[in-house]
């Protein structure tokens, strides 16, 4: 199974947004013979954990194709036993170099943990899990001094690449040996851009780097 570097893989993922940005966008790896390699298996250099927003699609916004990326989505981009164990899985037995948290601006999850805490709102159903797994964010972001939108959902980005990292062991113990790193992107739904919120482990240029690879493959 190939495998590459967590800077590889981010400058991938960085590459392909911005062709998604200026319109420029190749569409890689989404014929039939990319369909018929991958029947045996596959081999994602990245496992990306979004929000379940229906405007972050992360083969579109990045730029990728089958079988580039391991993608787990919820509301929020919240986390719970099966999405532990769904990036678990991608990075120690599909080889994913890169995990990535994507939050997004507007998000509806983050706006209804925040109505909850500032104004008392109680969300019915299985959506009050989602709300109160956001909270602590919300709460974190209060005690930061954080008030704006864009803040307090960079916040909630960074917690859950804390998350990530704290309650999961394999996952910590792969990104302290420099086998994968995490990372957490904060996504512009009118301008399509993603950028860098926060990260742990080396998603740096090393020495044997492909510098100039147009594929982390």
Same mark, same amino acid.
């Given at each position: 199974?190939?495998?590459?570097?967590?800077?590889?893989?981010?400058?991938?993922?960085?590459?392909?947004?911005?062709?998604?940005?200026?319109?420029?966008v190749?569409?890689p790896?989404?014929?039939? @013979?990319?369909?018929?390699?991958?029947?045996?298996?596959q081999?994602?250099?990245? =496992?990306?954990?979004?929000?379940?927003?229906?405007?972050? /699609? /992360?083969?579109?916004?990045?730029d990728?194709?089958l079988?580039d990326?391991? =993608?787990?989505?919820?509301?929020?981009?919240?986390?719970?036993?099966?999405?532990? *164990?769904s990036?678990?899985?991608?990075?120690?037995?599909?080889?994913?170099?890169?995990?990535?948290?994507l939050?997004?601006?507007?998000?509806?999850?983050?706006?209804a /943990?925040?109505?909850a =805490?500032?104004?008392?709102f109680? @969300?019915?159903?299985?959506?009050?899990?989602?709300?109160?797994r956001v909270?602590?964010?919300?709460?974190? @972001?209060?005690?930061?001094?954080?008030?704006?939108?864009?803040?307090?959902?960079?916040?909630?980005?960074?917690?859950? =690449?804390?998350?990530?990292?704290?309650?999961?062991?394999?996952?910590?113990?792969?990104?302290?040996?420099?086998?994968?790193?995490?990372?957490?992107? *904060?996504?512009?739904?009118?301008? *399509?851009s /993603?950028?860098?919120v926060?990260?742990?482990?080396?998603?740096?240029?090393?020495?044997? @780097?492909?510098?100039?690879?147009?594929?982390?493959?």
């Amino acid at each position: 199974m190939p495998r590459t570097s967590p800077h590889i893989a981010f400058d991938a993922l960085l590459s392909g947004n911005k062709r998604f940005v200026a319109g420029t966008v190749e569409h890689p790896n989404q014929d039939a @013979a990319r369909r018929t390699e991958l029947a045996p298996g596959q081999d994602p250099f990245a =496992v990306v954990l979004g929000c379940s927003d229906s405007r972050l /699609a /992360a083969e579109i916004i990045f730029d990728q194709g089958l079988g580039d990326l391991f =993608v787990v989505r919820t509301a929020g981009h919240v986390l719970g036993p099966e999405v532990l *164990g769904s990036v678990e899985y991608a990075t120690s037995v599909l080889g994913a170099r890169l995990v990535v948290v994507l939050g997004h601006d507007s998000c509806g999850a983050v706006a209804a /943990a925040r109505a909850a =805490v500032e104004e008392g709102f109680s @969300a019915g159903g299985f959506v009050r899990d989602v709300v109160e797994r956001v909270t602590p964010s919300i709460l974190a @972001a209060r005690a930061a001094g954080l008030t704006s939108d864009s803040d307090i959902i960079d916040e909630h980005i960074r917690h859950t =690449v804390d998350l990530l990292i704290d309650r999961s062991r394999l996952l910590s113990q792969q990104v302290e040996a420099g086998e994968v790193a995490v990372v957490g992107l *904060g996504y512009q739904l009118a301008e *399509g851009s /993603a950028r860098l919120v926060t990260s742990r482990g080396d998603i740096t240029e090393s020495d044997d @780097a492909v510098l100039d690879a147009p594929s982390p493959r």
